[in-house]
């Protein structure tokens, strides 16, 4: 049954900066079945850099990781939507909408049975097979309003170290957040040699972390001499938005599975990105324009594949995708299939990708 126009609405999305960013298409389904409302969104603190500048949000609200406090009083908003079937989402959900809808666990158990029933419009949570923002976009399925299929990346006001009318530039994200994502700092340097010998001026970006400062270091310390004439860095100098613009301006970019890799997908350059333990069903990069519904757009193993502005380079291990933490089952564990992914294999797609 649709839902009678809201006049305030939560979505609740209390996970890391790539799930806030692959929630934007169910917030701008939301903005356009519902213009009149006022659309906030509840995310953890410092994470909410990737929704700056969106078109479609009111207000912006952050809770710290380990906080228990809500930063709104009871039943405060005519609809609250979580977007994970986790408890805490839940709970905040029950306590701050008349009404609400959400993810919630598919095998029923007594513990798990409160979310359905809380819950007047529900999806049944698929973290295997479904892709995450096809999850999120089910949920406007529910709720019986039209979908908007694109995610919205954040936009910022900085001036930028780098111009298209200045010349053709390609940007390479150098560092995940976690280690077994990482491709190794020589192939890098090998490819950023090669994109240069066409007339590409090289961008790389990270964040402000010390160990994405160590990685560019290190990439800078294996290009030749002449190198830094046409490398420009700007680790941990930009926000996510001033990012969004600077990647916008590029002939192309090349990431790891990481959000600013989905934040560049959704910019519409072309896009190769590089997956050895994650599952591309679910978390490859959502291509614009996508237009498929009830599916996923990505393969789990292909060594090549594209969808739209973006393509992905699947290591060739037999074992890829495991979904686990690399070889040795932690965030700072090295990962065989992408220590092994050689940098002409991606040569190889940006050619067919068109740069």
């Known amino acids: ?73 009871w039943r405060s908003y005519d609809l609250a939507i979580t977007t994970q079937a986790n408890d805490r989402p839940h709970l905040i959900a029950f306590l701050a909408g008349r009404v609400r809808a959400g993810i919630v666990p598919g095998p029923q158990t007594l513990a798990e049975r409160w979310k359905r029933w809380h819950c007047r419009y529900r999806v049944d949570n698929d973290p295997v097979h479904r892709h995450t923002v096809e999850q999120a976009l089910k949920l406007a399925d529910a709720l019986c309003i039209a979908r908007y299929p694109d995610v919205v990346p954040p936009c910022g006001s900085a001036a930028l170290p780098i111009r298209a009318d200045q010349g053709a530039y390609a940007v390479l994200h150098l560092a995940p957040m976690f280690r077994y994502k990482a491709w190794p700092t020589a192939h890098w340097a090998e490819l950023a040699s090669q994109l240069r010998q066409r007339r590409l001026r090289v961008v790389i970006s990270g964040g402000p972390a010390a160990s994405d400062r160590a990685l560019g270091d290190a990439l800078r310390a294996l290009l030749p001499p002449d190198g830094d004439a046409a490398l420009v860095d700007v680790i941990g100098q930009l926000k996510l938005g001033d990012l969004a613009n600077l990647i916008r301006g590029a002939a192309l970019f090349v990431g790891p599975d990481t959000s600013v890799t989905h934040l560049a997908a959704a910019c519409g350059v072309p896009v190769v990105t590089l997956f050895g333990p994650t599952n591309p069903e679910v978390w490859g990069p959502w291509p614009v324009g996508r237009t498929g519904r009830g599916e996923t757009p990505w393969q789990r193993v292909a060594p090549l594949q594209q969808q739209g502005n ?15 933490e690399g070889c040795d089952r932690h965030k700072d564990s090295r990962a065989a299939c992408l220590d092994e992914l050689p940098a002409a294999r991606v040569l190889a797609a940006i050619d067919g990708a068109g740069a």
């Open 1 to 73: 049954m649709p839902l009678h126009a809201p006049r305030s609405i939560l979505v609740i999305c209390m996970r890391r900066l790539g799930d806030v960013l692959l929630c934007t298409p169910l917030i701008a389904s939301l903005r356009r079945a519902y213009p009149q409302a006022r659309i906030d969104a509840l995310v953890f603190k410092g994470t909410d850099g990737v929704l700056e500048g969106n078109p479609d949000l009111d207000h912006c609200l952050t809770m710290p990781a380990g906080s228990r406090k809500l930063p709104f009083p």
């Open 310 to 324: 973006v393509r992905i380079v699947q290591g060739l291990k037999a074992c890829v995708p495991c979904s686990l």
